[in-house]
C-alpha cells in the first residue's frame, strides 16, 4: 500500500483543460507533435541562475577550494625556475629542499582539494538534478488531460529524466572549471606579464581568436542538442508503444516493421550526432592549428630572446610550463562549452514544459469545497477539441444523488467526452455546470476529484499488488476496508486462487490478470473511494455473464444515494437506469426511462432493437433463419424490423 501512497488517491493526478475564464484549452494546442516556439534564450539564462542561486553556498565553498587548487598548481611551474637558474645555474643547493617540499606539499594540497571539489560539486549537481526531475513531474501531473491526449510518453518521459540530466554541468564541476579556468588562466597572463611582455603579447593575440570561436560554436551547436532531445523523445515514445503493444506487433508479425521504425529513428539520431561532432571537431582542430601556432611563434621568438641575452633559460622554461596553464583551459573549454550548450538545450525543452499552463492553476485562491451532495446540472453546454468543431452543442441536463444516469448512441456522439466534462477533465467552451449550485469551474479540482469515483473502459493496473491497486483510490485505508471494498466487487472470489492472494503481484498494467480481473479489481478501487459522484464507462464489459450479474449486485450498493453516469454499448445493462440519455452528433436527442423510449418508439428504440437481434443472432450461419420472439408492446413496424439488416429481430421483452 506505502509503494502508491506516494502518488495520491483518487483522481488527483488527472488532468482537465484551462478553467480560468475564456474558452476552453483546445486539445491539439499542447501536443508533443505540434512545433512549439523555443522560448527567449534570456528565460532559460534566467532558470540557469536560479539553478546555481540554489546551489550558491555549495558552488561557493566548491570556488573557494579550486582558488587554493588552482594557486597550488601554480607553484610547480614556479619552483622550476628557480630549480634551473639558481640550484642548477649557480649551484644553490641548499635552495632544493625548500624547492621540492614547497612542490610536494603543493601537489598533496592539490590532491586533497580535487576530492573535495569531486564530492561536494557532485552531489550537489545530482541534488539538483533529483529535485529538477521532482519539479518537472510534479509539474507534468497537474497539467490537463487535453496535453496527454497528443503528447507521447517517451517524449515525457525524455523531459523529466534525459533533459534535466544536463544541468549537472551548470551545477557541478563544469560551471566551477569554466571560473577555475578563467582563474588559472588570468593568473597565469599575470605571471606571463611578468616573464615576458612581448612572449604574451603575442599569445594573447593569437588565442583571441578562439573566444570568437567558441561564441559562433555555442550558437549554432545548441539548436542541435535541442533537436537531439526532440529526437531521442520521439524514438523513445516510438520505442515505449511497441513494447506496450508487443502482443499486437507479434499477433500481425509486425517485428521487422518495428526494427524499421526504430532504424529510422535511431539514424536520425545518428546524424545529429554527426553533425554535432563534427562541429566540435571543427573547433578542437581549430584550437589545435590556434596552439600549434602559439608553440612555433613563442619557440621562434622565446629562443632568440634567450640567446640574445634578455631572458633567462630559467624564465623561458618556466613561460612555457604557465602558457600550458594559459592554454589548458582554453582547450578545456571545447569539451566543457558542448557540455554547457547541452545543458542549456535541455533547459530550453524543460521551460517549454514549465511554461504550459496546470490544471489548477489558481486554486489556493479559491474556497475549499466541503462534501458534497452530488447534484449535478448541466447548462446550455457545448464543448469544442479544435475551435469550429463542436463536440456536445447545448446539452442540458440534471443529475439528483441515488440516480443513475446512462449516456447512449453511436461512436462519435459525444458520451465520453460529457463524462469528461463531468469529471473535471476538459471545461465546456460555453455553458456553466454545476455541482450543488456551484460552478465547477470555480471549485478546488482536487476537493472535487476527492469526491468523484470512476471505472473506466480501460482499466489501468499498476505493476504492484492486489491490494495496492485497490487501495490506490485510499491510501490511507485499513486493509480490512480494502478487504470490504474487495468483496463488494467480487475479487475475492478470484484472488482466492492467486499464489499469494492479495499480495500477488499483477505485473505492468495487470497483465497477470483476465480482462474481468482487472475490472473488478477497478470496480473494488472505486468502492474504496466511497465517492459522491460515480462514473462506470462500461464497467462490467469484460465480464462473462455470471460475473456480470455477481458484479451488478455489488455496484447497486455502491450506486445506492450516489449520483451515478453510466455509459453502455450493452443497452441490456441499463434498463434500470433512472434516466437514459440518447445521444447523437453532440446532442441529446431524447431522454427518460427504459420503458418510456422503448414506448416512443424513437431512436433508443431502433437502437435497441437493433443491437438485441445482433446478438440473437451472433452465432448464426449464413442461410440460417431464427425464430423471432413474440413482440413486445413497444411499436414496431416492418421498416423497423427490415432496417436492422438481419433476418429477423428480437424485440425486448417488458
Known sequence: MARFGALGGGLGGLGRADRRGGRAARVGASGEDQKRKAPPFKVVLRDAADLVRARKGRLAVGFGLLVINRLCGLVLPGTTKFLLDEVIGKGRRELLGLLVLAAGGATLIQAITSFALSQILGRAAQRSITEMRREVQRHVGRLPVAFFD???????????????????????????????????????????????????????????????VLLYAFKTLRPLFRERSKINAEVSGRLTES??????????????????????????????????????????????????????????????????GRMTLGS?????????????????????GSQITEAFAGLERIREIRDESREDQGDAALEPLPRIVGNVEFDDVSFEYEEGVPVLKNVSLAARPGTSTALVGPSGAGKSTLIGLVAAFYRPTSGVIRVDGRDLSRVRLADYRAQLGVVFQENFLFDGTVME??????????????????????????????????????????????????QRVAIARAVLADPRILILDEATSSLDSESEAAIQEGLGELMKGRTTFVIAHRLSTIR?????????????????????????????????????????????????????????????????ANATGLPFVRTPRE
Request: charged share 20%; with cysteine.
Open 576 to 640: 434500470n437506469a433512472d434516466t437514459i440519455l440518447v445521444l447523437e452528433g453532440g446532442r441529446i436527442v431524447e431522454r427518460g426511462s427504459h420503458r418510456d423510449l422503448l414506448a416512443r418508439g424513437g431512436r433508443y428504440f431502433d437502437l435497441y432493437t437493433r443491437q438485441h437481434g445482433l446478438e440473437a443472432n451472433l452465432f448464426l450461419n449464413p442461410g440460417e433463419v431464427g425464430v423471432a420472439e413474440p413482440e413486445a408492446s413497444a411499436p414496431q413496424t416492418s421498416a423497423d
Open 316 to 336: 623561458f622554461f618556466s613561460f612555457t610550463l604557465y602558457l600550458g596553464m594559459l592554454v589548458g583551459p582554453v582547450v578545456q573549454m571545447v569539451s566543457i
Open 469 to 518: 491497486n485497490i487501495a490506490y483510490a485510499r491510501p490511507d485505508a485499513s486493509r480490512e476496508d480494502v478487504l470490504q471494498a474487495a468483496r463488494i466487487a467480487r475479487c475475492d472470489e478470484f484472488v482466492r486462487e492467486l499464489p499469494n492472494g492479495y499480495d500477488t503481484i499483477v505485473g505492468e498494467r495487470g497483465v497477470k490478470l483476465s480482462g474481468g480481473q482487472r
Open 243 to 308: 513494447f506496450s503493444g508487443i502482443r499486437v506487433v507479434k499477433a500481425y508479425r509486425a517485428e521487422r516493421r518495428e526494427a524499421l521504425v526504430f532504424s529510422k529513428g535511431a539514424h536520425r539520431l545518428y546524424r545529429n550526432v554527426a553533425k554535432t561532432m563534427t562541429g566540435f571537431a571543427g573547433v578542437s582542430a581549430f584550437s589545435t592549428l590556434l596552439l600549434g601556432i602559439v608553440g612555433v611563434a613563442i619557440m621562434w621568438i622565446g629562443s632568440n630572446e634567450v640567446l640574445a
Open 150 to 212: 497528443q503528447t507521447k510518453t517517451g517524449a515525457l518521459l525524455s523531459r523529466v529524466m534525459s533533459d534535466a540530466e544536463g544541468i549537472r554541468n551548470l551545477v557541478g564541476s563544469g560551471l566551477v572549471e569554466v571560473a577555475g579556468g578563467l582563474l588559472t588562466a588570468a593568473l597565469a597572463i599575470g605571471i606571463l606579464f611578468y616573464l615576458s611582455v612581448k612572449l604574451t603579447v603575442i599569445t594573447i593575440s593569437v588565442l583571441s581568436l578562439f573566444g570568437l
